[in-house]
T-cell receptor
Framework: KAGVTQTPRYLIKTRGQQVTLSCSPISGHRSVSWYQQTPGQGLQFLFEYFSETQRNKGNFPGRFSGRQFSNSRSEMNVSTLELGDSALYLC?????????????FGEGSRLTVL | DAKTTQPPSMDCAEGRAANLPCNHSTISGNEYVYWYRQIHSQGPQYIIHGLKNNETNEMASLIITEDRKSSTLILPHATLRDTAVYYCIVRVMDTGFQKLVFGTGTRLLVSP
């Protein structure tokens, strides 16, 4: 079956703009979680959505937000972009909520902020 | 705050066992330890997870010390395709939310 799909794969924005990233989970998976990966900070957990509700979250500012639709597809939005937001953004899906069990990751969206 | 510590890099000869250590001395009794690996330009791939007991699957074994302060991921017969960055991760409860705390990863290089 198809894996986790993230779009776009690459994008370039300027400071102050906003960006929306999309994640389509594996069919039947109701949990989608998001992560930021940078050379300096490594991998960091952003938040998790399950059945259209944010269930868990990490320690990121409110500029980072997300939502999940009834078909389990999820979007992540970053407003008022800063240079430090340049990163690989990964999403993962799971059949179980609460970040438990096996997570299936997409290949990521690479964001560059100029 | 929960934290995991891993060596930055390790080498292993093809066919030999690779033993990757992780220190997670601050986790509590009901917090799981997960291992994932990431091959360049791909998303992380699940390997194994455990709570207290040792675990084994088709990919690897996970040995957790009795005091749960550390664990070791064992790849019994490393191949060139096992070259990757291996992340030790703990799932913790923080201010009412579950979250995953990632280690900095160990870059494993398997050589012929």
């Amino acid at each position: 079956k198809a894996g986790v799909t993230q779009t776009p794969r690459y994008l370039i924005k300027t400071r102050g703009q906003q960006v929306t990233l999309s994640c389509s989970p594996i069919s039947g998976h109701r949990s989608v979680s998001w992560y930021q990966q940078t050379p300096g900070q490594g991998l960091q957990f952003l938040f998790e959505y399950f059945s259209e509700t944010q269930r868990n979250k990490g320690n990121f500012p409110g500029r980072f937000s997300g939502r999940q639709f009834s078909n389990s597809r999820s979007e992540m939005n970053v407003s008022t972009l800063e240079l430090g937001d340049s990163a690989l953004y990964l999403c993962a899906s799971s059949s179980r909520g609460g970040l438990s069990g096996e997570l299936f990751f997409g290949e990521g969206s690479r964001l560059t902020v100029l | 705050d929960a934290k995991t510590t891993q060596p930055p890099s390790m080498d292993c000869a093809e066919g030999r066992a690779a033993n990757l250590p992780c220190n997670h001395s601050t986790i509590s009794g009901n917090e799981y330890v997960y291992w994932y690996r990431q091959i360049h330009s791909q998303g992380p791939q699940y390997i194994i997870h455990g709570l207290k007991n040792n675990e084994t699957n088709e990919m690897a074994s996970l040995i957790i010390t009795e005091d749960r302060k550390s664990s070791t991921l064992i790849l019994p017969h490393a191949t060139l395709r096992d070259t990757a960055v291996y992340y030790c991760i703990v799932r913790v409860m923080d201010t009412g939310f579950q979250k995953l705390v990632f280690g900095t990863g160990t870059r494993l290089l398997v050589s012929p």
